[in-house]
């Protein structure tokens, strides 16, 4: 053990890095979505007869909560493709928590696992309720039209009762669903014609509440090269999203055929680079 405080200061560097680096399983999650994008493929093949399922091409008179599961080009088997998404994403999340856990007992580092479970329950519950909400009720029912200024209002207030119940110390069970649901309607109003960011409306939802858990993902790891992946996969997704109308192949089985591919050789980076470190 040397005294001298500036060799002190390296060790304990050194130390954080390797505590760090030993915490690193983020290659698990990337392989994980990588392979559960890969297949739903079977159930992605566009239909070779579409049919128009929404006459004047506004919102449906009611919620459909696994509308947004699908993509935008029109699949066979719609419904299976959903329901298929809406199990793997709770099968996603929960598998990583329990590889967290399991790779916290096995190195003696843990990874919090609370904020990527409430991002991926925000994602979620945005997928299912904010986006059909936003949709079906704020665009149909509203009584003026939300323009850009107005929806930045609407999104500030909703944002803020989210906050509100979030921090609520009473009643948690019941608050933090209600702030969870507050907050997806807003970040949903992004996808107003005006604003013109395209979250998965009619499709491709998935894919945005897997970027927001990788984000998550990767602001807990504090990892370098699970940013970039987090930022390239999320860039390809709203590129897809906002492609995918002018880009038939993109907003069917090619696209998503994209984002697993970014997803598996990612997660094949990291693995291999975590292997390199040790």
């Known amino acids: 053990m040397t005294s001298d405080p500036g060799e002190l200061l390296d060790e304990l560097a050194g130390l954080r890095k390797r505590t760090r680096d030993d915490r690193h399983g983020y290659w698990f999650p990337l392989l994980l979505m990588g392979v559960l994008s890969l297949l739903s493929l079977p159930l992605s093949q566009a239909d070779p007869h579409p049919t128009e399922h929404l006459v004047d091409g506004g919102p449906g008179p009611w919620i459909n909560p696994l509308v947004h599961l699908t993509l935008k080009t029109e699949v066979v088997h719609s419904l299976a493709l959903s329901l298929y998404w809406l199990g793997a994403l709770l099968v996603a999340v929960l598998a ?3 590889w967290y856990r399991w790779r916290a007992r096995r190195v003696g580092v843990e990874t919090p696992t609370g904020s990527y479970v409430r991002v991926a329950l925000l994602g979620l519950i945005a997928v299912l309720f904010g986006i059909p909400l936003s949709t079906s009720v704020i665009l149909k029912y509203t009584l003026f039209y939300p323009l850009p200024h107005v929806a930045a209002m609407v999104m500030a207030v909703l944002l803020g009762l989210a906050v509100l119940a979030f921090r609520a110390r009473r009643m948690r069970p019941l608050f933090v669903p209600v702030g969870l649901l507050l907050a997806s309607v807003a970040l949903s109003l992004l996808q107003l014609p005006d604003v013109g960011i395209d979250l998965g409306m009619g499709g491709g939802a998935q894919f945005m509440a897997i970027a927001a858990g990788l984000l998550t993902l990767a602001w807990i790891e504090r990892s370098v090269l699970c940013s970039v992946i987090a930022v390239v996969f999320t860039t390809v997704a ?33 693995l291999a680079a975590g292997k390199a470190s040790s």
Do not use: E, P, R
Not at 254 to 268: E, I, P, Q, S
């Open 238 to 270: 709203l590129i897809v999203n906002n492609s995918s109308m002018d880009n038939d192949a993109l907003g069917g089985a090619t696209g998503v055929l994209l984002l697993a591919t970014v997803l598996v050789l990612g997660g094949l980076g990291a």
């Open 96 to 98: 990583t928590v329990w």
